[in-house]
């Protein structure tokens, strides 16, 4: 963008620098590694990242005009290798398909450990920000139409009701990265909106939480205060997936198929 603008071409190299970096580190499986496991990683936003990169480049967004063809090329024959390799990534439990899980395998495509409390897991975040993505293709294959599908439809049987949430004032607490405040506990709300776990187990689907040892339990109150403080248990975001995103998504493939 700032070349765009001002034409200077130390930001076009550095532009077209940081765009061959990326094509250098794509793994022949078409994924990105995250910073914690050499694996397809979705956390943080890493794999999705890139592809909308890249999903700007190829629809030739103004900041991209300056873009070389053969930069162009690559830039869309990596994205069609990073949305083969999503699609193969989609955890399938007794033959249905699920949602993803933070980070998969480059040889087998299945989800894998990052972080000792990152464990394999399907994960209703990361599933959402896939889902949305794919919702934005043009044109959507019967085989991107059906990855949406079935992750909708295994969000909205996972979602958690009747339990929110709350944050209560705790003396000032000094953990190794942080200083809480704050603890969370659940509490049973028949008025709440529903929720989300950051993970849920693969072959049960049960929520589950975990400790920095590895240790799962099975309840928020048995995690311990420095993870409990410390990291994202619980969202409510993929509920926007199922009251906005999705139906508006189904209404714009109706125009479409009429078109």
């Given at each position: 963008?700032?070349?765009s603008v001002c034409?200077?071409?130390?930001?076009?190299?550095?532009?077209?620098?940081g765009?061959?970096?990326?094509?250098n580190?794509?793994?022949?499986t078409?994924?990105?590694?995250g910073?914690?496991?050499?694996?397809?990683?979705?956390?943080?936003?890493v794999?999705?990242g890139?592809?909308k990169?890249?999903?700007?480049?190829?629809?030739?967004q103004?900041?991209?005009?300056?873009?070389d063809?053969?930069?162009?090329?690559?830039?869309?024959?990596a994205?069609?290798r990073?949305?083969d390799?999503?699609?193969?990534?989609q955890?399938e439990?007794?033959?249905l398909?699920?949602g993803?899980?933070q980070?998969?395998s480059h040889?087998t495509?299945?989800p894998?450990?990052?972080?000792?409390?990152e464990?394999?897991?399907?994960?209703p975040?990361?599933t959402?920000?896939?889902v949305?993505?794919l919702?934005a293709?043009d044109?959507?294959s019967p085989e991107?139409m059906?990855?949406?599908?079935?992750?909708?439809?295994?969000?909205?049987?996972?979602?958690i009701?009747?339990?929110?949430v709350e944050?209560i004032?705790?003396?000032?607490?000094?953990?190794e990265g942080?200083?809480?405040?704050r603890?969370r506990?659940?509490?049973?709300d028949?008025?709440a909106p529903?929720i989300?776990?950051r993970y849920?187990?693969?072959e049960?689907?049960?929520?589950?939480?975990?400790?920095?040892?590895?240790?799962?339990?099975?309840?928020?109150a048995?995690v311990h205060?420095?993870r409990?403080?410390?990291?994202?248990?619980y969202?409510?975001?993929?509920?926007r997936?199922?009251?906005?995103?999705?139906p508006?998504?189904?209404s714009?493939?109706?125009?479409?198929?009429?078109?």
């Open positions: 963008k700032v070349y034409s200077a071409e130390r930001f076009r190299v550095s532009a077209e620098r765009l061959d970096y990326i094509f580190e794509q793994r022949p078409g994924g990105w590694r910073a914690d496991v050499d694996a397809i990683t979705y956390n943080d936003d794999m999705l890139v592809m990169l890249l999903r700007d480049i190829n629809r030739d103004v900041q991209f005009n300056w873009l063809s053969e930069r162009r090329r690559q830039a869309a024959s994205l069609k990073a949305i390799v999503t699609l193969k990534c955890i439990v007794n033959g398909k699920t993803w899980c980070q998969h040889e495509f299945l894998v450990k990052a972080r000792s409390y464990l394999p897991a399907i994960c975040v990361e959402s920000g896939i949305r993505f919702m293709t044109h959507p991107v059906d990855a949406i599908e079935s992750a909708v439809r295994w969000i909205d049987r996972s979602a009701e009747g339990q929110r944050e004032d705790i003396p000032p607490t000094r953990f942080h200083t809480a405040t603890d506990i659940v509490v049973e028949p008025t529903p989300w776990t849920y187990e693969i049960t689907n049960r929520p589950f939480f975990c400790n920095r040892d590895g240790t799962i339990v099975y309840s928020l048995e205060p420095e409990r403080t410390g990291y994202g248990w969202s409510a975001a993929p509920a997936l199922l009251e906005n995103d999705y508006a998504w189904k714009r493939l109706a125009t479409f198929r009429k078109a």
